[in-house]
């Protein structure tokens, strides 16, 4: 049927549901690329009993089209939005924002967070264990990217199709969810480094670069990949650069080797500054796909 | 801004225009497209409030990723969409326990056809314009037929095929596999020649 257009005693067969599979089936192929075809089924149906259907559902979008630029004008100039519901405040409203933001903060993540701080402490004081800021250093970057992979998506979230049907869906939300795992694992990290004898290993934050990067990498690249595979790509590919040659050396001095490698990747002025370049690179490539978000529900 | 568009402007300029936030465009878009969606969803569902819902999805979504779009037509990617929200409200259907199927046993998968003759779908695809082929399509039962519809015509994965007929996997893989087969018998008995392209 391509190159001419449908006859009209096909159209009126279509619009009023009698055509036979296979003519219909040829109809439809045709209509997805002739829109003057498309013009006239369509026409045809607005005379059918589907006519009255089809204003109320036109009225019904349009209306909520209105609400959505609404929605986008609220966003763009906060300051014009409509004033808040008072509410009472209460002392416990942050914790549940903070709770109702982030699913990775109420799953298992947060405790997985303490014990890597809470164990780095305990293995340098309690034990004497000597490697402790360079296995903590290594463990780091690794924590903020776990913690983008539980907070975005249909596996880790019970109530995200609701939260997808919002105008805030999409790469906003896994930004804000991101924020929140940096917000609670940066300083909890951080400190954890300073209060362990650092044996060798570079400074207490030298991961936070490194950390910021791969979560990016993971952001960028879940837009492709579905947030899942991107952070096993990144996590799983810093612990493999990281620990893969430690456990490869002949003697067993891993506290030393360990220290070494991470000061080869993290340590000094121009590591930082190439992280700080990838990190650079990854948002630039983060916002040039940030569509990619949208779709990512529809694979 | 804001009267009444041209009645011919092409599918490409009007969804540029909805990506720059103009309703009038989405409205003109509605107006061209709305009412062969619906005939086509109405034909693959039968419950008028599920179509109902799976259209507005669908303008909705073209509102927000309207710039997605590349190219001049846009009925195959307005379709495209239809199908995806189509299998999505299926499927949370079948989840609220609303939709009571009944899967019928997977067949036998041992029908298995030569695999190196030309695919019955390149047949039908290629011979949709002649009459046989409307011949053939009668004489293969209807779940054939529709799994047939979902997975040619409709451009569905298996899983989505699946989602959307109630039905499993492995049944949507089998059901493909003896529509090709009957399909096949059916044109070669209409036609004894092979049939070869659109000559």
Redesign the interface.
Known sequence: ?TGRHAPDHLIAG??D?SL???????L??H??????C??R??????ATA?GP??AD??E???A???Q??LA?FGRRAPAAAPPAPAVVPSPLRAPRLLWAVAPAVRGAWLPAVLLVALGAVLLAHAAGFSAARPLLLAVAPVVPVAGVALSYGRHADPLH?LAASTPSAGLRLALVRTAVVLAVSLPLLTVAGAVVPSSGAPGAAAWLLPGLTLTLAALALGGRLGLRAATAVTGGGWLCAVLAPVLAAPDGAVSRHLSDQLSRYVGGGAAQGGWAAAAVLCAALLAARR?AY??LE?H | MGGHREKDEGDGALLRAVAAGDPAALAALYDRHAGWLHARLTRRCADPEVVREVLQDTFVTVWRSAGAHRGEEAGGWLWTIAARRLVDARRAQERAGRLETTPIDAAPAGTGPAPSAPSAEERVLTGLEYGDVGTALTRISPELREVLRATVVDGLTTRETARLLGIPEGTVKSRSTRARAELRAALAQLAPSPMGGPA
């Open positions: 049927m279509y619009a549901g036979p599979d296979a003519d219909a089936w040829s439809e192929m209509l997805e690329s002739c829109a003057s498309a013009g089924v369509s026409r045809a149906v607005r589907a259907v089809l559902l036109r019904a979008v349009l909520d089209l209105g959505a630029v986008d199709e569509t949208d779709r529809r």
